[in-house]
């Protein structure tokens, strides 16, 4: 048996942090086993219901976009009549849970902080589809909506993506494939990144950070990833390792944001110092005393509001 040698963050975490945490334990059944996806995805859906209440009133609007992989419902926040950007919001949940209901608090915040319409993405989840079916589904969403703008009464001459955790990195990796692949739906002018995984497979976050209290252990962090890959092989994707990618030129404006007791917040830090070095626009902020996924928790925590607020301020001055 490997010996414990992570550091103990739960005592180290804010007040704020920890009120969130007990809340959890307190009043939340055990989370499924590790092979029940359906089990895990009732859970996760339970477990948000909470933290999505309240959020601001705007319209909103549901349809579904025919792709070549299959079927994916998005939703719509309009926050006001005429908007000068269109954002395309990407869940987290390592790829394997989540829907548009999972994170409508952050996508109604996110719209009426950027005065911006907000169009979240409900990809397919893994491990029914593997990748790269999410990325091909995301992109084929932006091209429909790039051609039925003036139908959905949509400004898509500027565009930009934004995601949380796993939805992060399919924001980033979006992005580049739309870079990569010359696709036109409109000018990316920023892409906004709160806590993502970008390629790194063992950091010193990852050895020092991550347990129970956020599912985001060693085994966590592998399952994920098995699940939605095809094979080993796509590890070295330069839409999976994101810094397998170019990233010395043309990348997108990106606010990269970090908890600092987060495993995955080295990919976070290598990602800011790789565009940071070669002129990339880019802004990186950390927020003390935070775990993976707090970003949900503005109900209760001023810093995921203040988080919120950072990016979407970010992303307006791109416009």
């Not at 990325?135 to 932006?142: L, P, W």
């Not at 139908?151 to 930009?160: D, M, R, W």
């Not at 990195?169 to 580049?176: E, I, N, T, V």
């Amino acid at each position: 048996m490997k010996p414990d040698n992570k550091i103990p963050v739960l005592d180290r975490i804010s007040d704020e942090m920890k009120a969130v945490v007990n809340f959890h334990r307190d009043d939340l059944p055990p989370w499924p086993a590790a092979d029940d996806f359906v089990a895990q995805r009732q859970h996760y859906i339970h477990e948000r219901q909470f933290w999505n209440a309240d959020g601001p009133q705007m319209s909103t609007r549901e349809c579904v976009i025919s792709t070549a992989q299959s079927p994916v419902t998005t939703r719509i926040y309009s926050p006001q009549s005429y908007s000068k950007a269109t954002l395309y919001y990407l869940h987290g949940g390592g790829f394997i849970l989540g829907n548009l209901d999972t994170h409508d608090r952050i996508m109604r915040l996110l719209a009426h902080y950027t005065q911006c319409t907000v169009i979240g993405i409900d990809y397919s989840l893994s491990p029914e589809a593997r990748f790269p079916q999410a990325i091909e589904e995301i992109v084929a969403v932006c091209q429909y909506f790039h051609l039925h703008a003036r139908e959905y009464s949509l400004n898509v001459s500027n565009i930009g993506f934004a995601g949380d955790s796993a939805g992060a990195m399919l924001a980033l990796a979006s992005a580049l494939w739309l870079r990569d692949k010359q696709i036109e739906c409109g000018k990316v002018t920023g892409v906004l990144l709160w806590y993502g995984l970008y390629g790194l497979r063992d950091s010193l976050s990852r050895r020092l950070m991550g347990g129970e209290w956020d599912g985001l252990t060693h085994q966590d962090l592998e399952m994920y990833e098995n699940a939605y890959l095809r094979s080993t092989e796509d590890r070295e994707s330069p839409y999976y390792c994101l810094f397998n990618n170019e990233l010395t030129r043309d990348v997108p404006p990106c606010f990269i944001a970090g908890a600092e007791f987060d495993p995955l917040i080295d990919d976070s830090r290598l990602l800011y110092q790789t565009l940071q070095a070669h002129q990339q626009p880019c802004q990186y902020k950390m927020y003390p005393g935070m775990l993976h996924a707090f970003l949900h928790y503005s109900r209760m925590m001023k810093t995921a509001d203040d988080a919120l607020q950072d990016g979407a301020h970010f992303y307006r001055a791109q416009l």
